[in-house]
């Protein structure tokens, strides 16, 4: 892990990509943490273009979802009504035009038209686990020593994804990183005899609904009940929603802003504590970690 004291990382690289809302303020809910020490302590992180890369040296890396539906060992049809679905509602999930409501009421429309994509073309594990074995997702740099550290120090990571949540946990699976700290919080499919989907979990997850609040009554939501301070790591502003369902007297927002860095970073600090631009790993989390543990 890179050298860490009094909050400031010197390594210039990585101290170029940071930007605070409020100094003062994260400072004060580092000292929290520290004080609850890791027993009072969960972390809460979204999982496309957080724990995964947004881009590599030469191009824009695919979302866990985008992966599946762009290998060849899947069905054209699935293929070609995926980008499709992903091309009309991409741009609205990213938009800042329209209200939290209609847009969860667009998600709601996209994720129920792809599901019902997977259902037609008989989507399953094995298929699944064929296509990650060509492309596995390409976690941040760091992310494996911070799924590992969180294990070591028994801190519970509750990961949200509003994809299918049997490709992150295959991936992880493959990875040797599903530890028993983990929650999943995704769409999971639900299959029939012949091991094909036939139908997902609910209730449906997307953007604009992942919260505690969906996991408070299951075994994973009375864990996290139990502990008061919270990281939460995202990459878009309602991210920080995923704190929402379960009281807390700490949380340290954190956000990764992969581009558009100068036109983005004044509505990211109005919701995040740290912001980490221009696609950074996770070193500077891994040092978070390192000091309040």
């Known amino acids: 892990m890179i050298a860490y004291y009094l909050d400031l990382f010197y390594n210039k690289p990585i101290m170029e990509k940071l930007h605070y809302a409020n100094k003062k303020e994260y400072q004060a809910k580092l000292k929290t943490i520290q004080q609850g020490g890791a027993k009072n302590l969960h972390v809460v992180a979204d999982f496309d273009y957080t724990l995964t890369k947004q881009f590599s040296k030469v191009n824009k890396i695919n979302t866990a979802p985008?992966?599946?539906?762009?290998?060849?060992?899947?069905?054209?049809?699935?293929?070609?009504?995926?980008?499709?679905?992903?091309?009309?509602?991409?741009?609205?999930?990213?938009?800042?035009?329209?209200?939290?409501?209609?847009?969860?009421?667009?998600?709601?429309?996209?994720?129920?038209?792809?599901?019902?994509?997977?259902?037609?073309?008989?989507?399953?594990?094995?298929?699944?686990?064929?296509?990650?074995?060509?492309?596995?997702?390409?976690?941040?740099?760091?992310?494996?020593?911070?799924?590992?550290?969180?294990?070591?120090?028994?801190?519970?990571?509750?990961?949200?994804?509003?994809?299918?949540?049997?490709?992150?946990d295959i991936a992880l699976t493959e990875m040797g990183l599903l530890s028993n700290n983990i929650f999943l919080a995704a769409n999971f499919m639900e299959l029939n005899k012949k091991g094909n989907v036939a139908g997902f979990s609910r209730p449906l997850i997307h953007s604009q609904n992942k919260s505690e609040a969906l996991v408070r009554n299951l075994p994973a939501g009375r864990e996290l009940d139990k502990r008061d301070n919270l990281i939460l790591l995202g990459d878009i502003p309602e991210d920080v929603g995923m704190s929402e369902g379960i009281e807390h007297e700490c949380i340290l927002k954190i956000g990764f802003l992969n581009e558009e860095i100068e036109q983005r970073l004044p509505e990211y600090k109005k919701h995040f504590d740290l912001i980490i631009a221009s696609d950074g790993s996770m070193e500077v989390v891994n040092g978070i970690l390192q000091k309040v543990l």
């Open 66 to 168: 985008g992966i599946i539906q762009e290998s060849f060992l899947v069905p054209e049809g699935y293929r070609l009504g995926k980008r499709e679905i992903y091309e009309q509602y991409r741009p609205l999930e990213l938009s800042q035009s329209i209200t939290g409501q209609a847009k969860a009421k667009l998600m709601v429309e996209w994720w129920g038209r792809a599901q019902k994509l997977a259902i037609k073309y008989n989507i399953n594990r094995r298929l699944i686990k064929k296509v990650l074995l060509q492309n596995n997702l390409e976690l941040r740099d760091g992310c494996g020593e911070f799924i590992k550290f969180l294990e070591k120090n028994k801190v519970p990571l509750l990961i949200f994804s509003a994809g299918m949540g049997d490709v992150i």
